[in-house]
Nanobody, 125 residues
Framework: QVQLVESGGGLVQAGGSLRLSCTAS????????MGWFRQAPGKEREFVAV????????YSRESVKGRFTISRDNAKNTVDLQMNSLKPEDTAVYYC??????????????????WGQGTLVTVAS
């Protein structure tokens, strides 16, 4: 059974940093692209960033470019999201996702191979 478990969320002041981590089990980790999504209160879940199986390719939404960095460690089955210069509009539940298709993570409307349960990030102004 595939499991994705996020950690690292919390409350931070605007301008601060947080590092989210997602640990995967029950899958051959380096067969999968990994992504981060977020869902703010009252809004739909949206794509944040994706990394390919080898870690050599990444892509992120425009609003987080230059502030968020996605990375992975295939030896530890983890994918991280380093978030710097946080803004109140980054407040959301952040979800980890796994899929064999890198493009599908970018373009999905909800269907991926596996989702984590989410971790809450609150950015205070």
């Amino acid at each position: 059974q595939v499991q994705l478990v996020e950690s690292g969320g919390g409350l931070v002041q605007a301008g601060g940093s947080l590092r989210l981590s997602c640990t995967a089990s029950g899958l051959t980790f380096n067969d999968y692209a990994m992504g981060w999504f977020r869902q703010a209160p009252g809004k739909e879940r949206e794509f944040v960033a994706v990394i390919n199986w080898s870690g050599t390719g990444t892509y992120s939404r425009e609003s987080v470019k230059g502030r968020f960095t996605i990375s992975r460690d295939n030896a530890k089955n983890t994918v991280d999201l380093q978030m710097n210069s946080l803004k109140p509009e980054d407040t959301a539940v952040y979800y980890c996702a796994a899929d064999r298709s890198y493009p599908r993570i970018i373009h999905t409307t909800g269907t991926v191979d596996a989702w984590g349960q989410g971790t809450l990030v609150t950015v205070a102004s």
